[in-house]
């Protein structure tokens, strides 16, 4: 009997259900979303915290939509994230790495420049600029209710061609090899000396405060590592990423050039008297109540979204776009993986959106009442209907009361910073290009200590109204004093760690908390929180580096004594 050896065709045939789909992708996200959850969480329970325990008012205006906010924040920055990952930041990769060998100098410091630019534009922080042009008194300050009322999206072009230029800078430096000490030190002079200029007229002084807090803000989610990608993928096709160095500074580069450019504009439209005077700043304050009454009256909430939508699809299409034309035409070279190009678009637009909501929604408004609740601790205004019995000097007094706002600045200031994934990322590589001497763990606790002192001193500023001009002076005094006595490679380390600090959950709340405090005690701006956090770690881990640089020798000779006494005692045993 015999048998046949025909080949038998077997079909697998698998039936998608919504249950078996969400049983495979469920747990990646789930991952994902406790990621996010761990960045936000430790920011939102400081806040709470000191809202209900030491400011000691139980009532939260609008729990839940504050809650709703927080959850969009979450989402938000899950799906952008991976947005990125997934679409982004393989196209920025693969740009840096490849551009060197196809195409010229000007031709690559156009495209990293008009990529900087339209990066910035899509970074979720920058749209807290966006909504605090009404926090701002006409009266006090006409030019920055302008840039922040009429002229928002120039003042946010502004910005992002300051981060296109430095990360022009940036690049230049990387190809040409210049020291970052010498690259950093004409920027800074140049900043310093529009702020100088500034701070002498009357109206441009009221940008300045604001305008290095931006500064802070360029360098979050988009712009980071996307110009970090760029900058590695070149230092190592030209073969000058030999000590993991060559992306660093970039960062840095782009966070002082925007001071620069908006100073520059700033002096120029108050020179010219071209901005808007008090009485129509009222009436556009008047217009912009009666509108907003209005849009609640009608229920308009979906308008809102569509606006929001729209914001969004604008930044982050427009920076695909860019990355495409510069693949295809620049590079001449095919687009890998389409589906997941398009697949990390959609993530990113999902993700810009909620995030967008999450601000206007959670964490401003929960930035805001915490902020303005703090001034409890020392002053009963604006409390006499709520607790009648309270003291003129709040609940701690004038002195203490204030030191209690100081210490809640610090701990905020601090633990946010520990939660940023960037930080963890900077300290591992900061571990590996040290050898270990700098570890991470004291990378993170260094950085997240000159945030806190950074905190105490801005708050300080707004609640005892120190001149702006002389708290940034000093502190970048001092940065500068440092960076001449530290090594290259803390100087790169330190300068970049600036800009990890004040990432997308933590700069608005920042400015939330700065504007409410201020609002409170009648202080002209609430702004330079930022500013203060950004700096004042660059100073602690380049006296750290100091430290170390100084400590490890003696270190290693003890270890050595050490090991050379044991194996003496090995012998003669």
């Known amino acids: 009997m015999s048998q046949s050896n025909e080949s038998t065709k077997v079909e697998y045939k698998m039936k998608y259900t919504p249950k078996s789909v969400l049983s495979i992708v469920g747990p990646y996200f789930i991952d994902k979303l406790k990621d996010q959850v761990k960045a936000i969480l430790p920011i939102t329970l400081f806040l709470l915290i000191f809202q209900f325990a030491i400011f000691r008012i139980l009532n939260l205006e609008e729990p839940i939509g504050i809650a709703l906010g927080m959850c969009c924040v979450v989402i938000g920055l899950m799906f952008f994230i991976e947005g990125l990952r997934v679409g982004v930041m393989p196209l920025g990769e693969n740009i840096g790495a490849t551009m060197p060998a196809k195409a010229r100098i000007w031709v690559i410091l156009v495209v990293v420049c008009v990529l900087g630019t339209a990066a910035n534009m899509a970074e979720p922080a920058i749209s807290t600029l966006r909504i605090l042009g009404e926090k701002i008194s006409p009266q006090n300050a006409p030019l920055l209710f302008d840039y922040l ?67 802070g803000i360029t360098t979050g989610t988009v712009t980071a590592p996307l110009l970090l990608a760029l900058g590695v993928g070149m230092a190592t096709a030209l073969g000058r ?69 729209i914001s969004a699809a604008q930044a982050i299409l427009l920076l695909m776009a860019i990355l495409l034309v510069v693949q295809l035409v620049i590079l001449r070279e095919k687009i890998r993986g389409i589906k997941r190009v398009v697949l990390g678009i959609a993530f990113a637009l999902i993700g ?56 809640f600045g610090f701990i905020v200031g601090y633990g946010a910073t520990l939660a940023e994934p960037a930080l963890v990322a900077l300290g591992l590589t900061v571990e590996d290009v040290t050898a270990g001497a700098f570890k991470k763990r004291l990378v993170m606790h260094t950085v ?67 504007l409410g405090v201020a609002t409170a005690t009648g202080a002209p701006d609430g702004f330079l929180l930022i500013a203060m956090a950004s700096i004042w770690p660059i100073i602690a881990v380049l006296a750290m580096g100091i430290l170390v640089n100084r400590t490890t020798p003696f270190i290693r000779i003890r270890k050595t004594t050490r090991k050379k006494k044991q194996q003496a005692d090995a012998v003669s045993l």
């Open 352 to 407: 810009l959106l909620f995030f967008k909501i999450g601000l206007e929604w959670g964490l401003n408004p929960l930035g805001d009442q915490v902020g303005h609740n703090s001034i409890i601790s020392f002053s009963n205004q604006g409390f006499e209907s709520l607790l009648p019995g309270l003291s003129a000097d709040g609940r701690y007094g004038l002195l203490w009361g204030k030191v209690v706002v100081i210490l």
């Open 241 to 309: 990423n030999k000590n993991g160095l060559a992306g660093f500074g970039i960062i840095a580069l782009c966070s002082l050039w925007p001071i620069v450019v908006v100073l520059v504009m700033g002096i120029i439209h108050s020179w010219t008297g071209n901005f808007m005077t008090p009485e129509q700043g009222e009436a556009l304050l008047a217009a912009k109540a009666a509108n907003t009454d209005a849009a609640m009256a009608g229920n308009n909430v979906f308008s809102l979204i569509g606006q929001l939508f």
């Open 448 to 514: 997240g200590i000159g945030v806190g002192i950074g905190m105490v001193i801005g708050v300080a500023k707004i609640l005892y109204g120190w001149p702006t001009m002389w708290v940034i002076g000093l502190s970048y005094v001092l940065a500068i004093a440092l960076t001449f006595l530290s090594d290259e490679k803390y100087v790169n380390i330190g300068w970049d760690s600036g800009g990890v600090t004040t990432g997308d959950i933590t700069s608005p709340v920042l400015i939330a908390l700065g």
């Open 149 to 215: 009322n009429v002229r928002t999206e120039l003042m946010l072009w502004m910005v992002s061609v300051g981060v296109g230029l430095g990360a022009c800078h940036g690049i230049l430096r990387i190809i040409k090899g210049w020291s970052l000490k010498f690259t950093l030190l004409p920027v800074l002079a140049l900043a310093f000396i529009m702020t100088i200029i500034a701070a002498f007229d009357k109206n441009a002084s009221s940008l300045i405060g604001v305008v290095w807090d931006a500064g």
